[in-house]
């Protein structure tokens, strides 16, 4: 089955900055890429996802990026701001099956 | 929130009681799923259904068990057997394969 690894883990910034969460995964028939926000004690939201017959999909301060050669893809987030605070998921959804696998998540911090 | 639905938000449990979570969507959606969360394991699928009268294992279904007998209603069912049940516990559905996953707000699961 598929494998989703996300780093880092962790990952503390300045309001202002920008930040990057990068995924990889094993299958290479996996066609669909969500990004989840999750703030604290709330429920996983999606805030972009990206298909594979796409390289790069923009929203506002956040974009994500695919590699499918490489098979990996990022999630940028620019001009971060408190708000921004979040654990955020990366999936992927294999072409051999309909479920998504998650990521461990990554906890974003950004400081006033 | 409307759409997908679970509870109650915080569930207390005696070791060797089962209990069993609510989940309860309106939004026609076709695919529901169970996943439980601990801190730095991301989301690990328990369980998912298709459609009504189906349901699939997931990755940590031992100890867990589900029923679909109505489209809009996937409870989970936390048994004795289930080792350490200790968790926030979410619901999800989608329309179908590939599509995005609305998630319910979650009930956290203590064992006193």
């Known amino acids: 089955g598929e494998n989703v690894e996300q780093h880092p883990s962790t990952l503390s910034v300045q309001e202002g900055d920008s930040a990057v969460i990068k995924c990889t995964y094993s299958?290479?028939?996996?066609?669909?890429f969500p990004w989840y926000k999750q703030e604290l004690g709330k429920r996983p939201q999606l805030i972009i996802d990206i298909r594979s017959n796409v390289g790069e999909k923009k929203d506002q301060r956040i974009a994500v990026t695919l590699n499918k050669t490489a098979k990996h893809f990022s999630l940028h987030i620019t001009e971060t701001q408190p708000e921004d605070s979040a654990v955020y998921f990366c999936a992927a959804r294999s072409g051999g099956s309909y479920i998504p696998t998650f990521g461990r998540g990554t906890s974003l911090i950004v400081h006033p | 929130d409307g759409g997908i639905t679970q509870s109650p938000k915080y569930l207390f449990r005696k070791e060797g009681q089962n209990v069993t979570l609510s989940c309860e969507q309106n939004l026609n959606h076709d695919a529901m799923y169970w996943y439980r969360q601990d801190p730095g394991q991301g989301l690990r699928l328990i369980y998912y259904s298709q459609i009504v009268n189906d349901f699939q294992k997931g990755d940590i279904a031992e100890g867990y068990s589900v029923s679909r007998e109505k489209k809009e209603s996937f409870p989970l069912t936390v048994t004795s057997a289930q080792k350490n049940p200790t968790a926030f516990y979410l619901c999800?559905?989608?329309?179908?394969?590939?599509?995005?996953?609305?998630f319910g707000q979650g009930t956290r699961l203590t064992v006193v």
């Open positions: 299958d290479s028939a996996s066609n669909y």
């Open positions: 999800a559905s989608s329309i179908g394969t590939g599509a995005e996953a609305f």
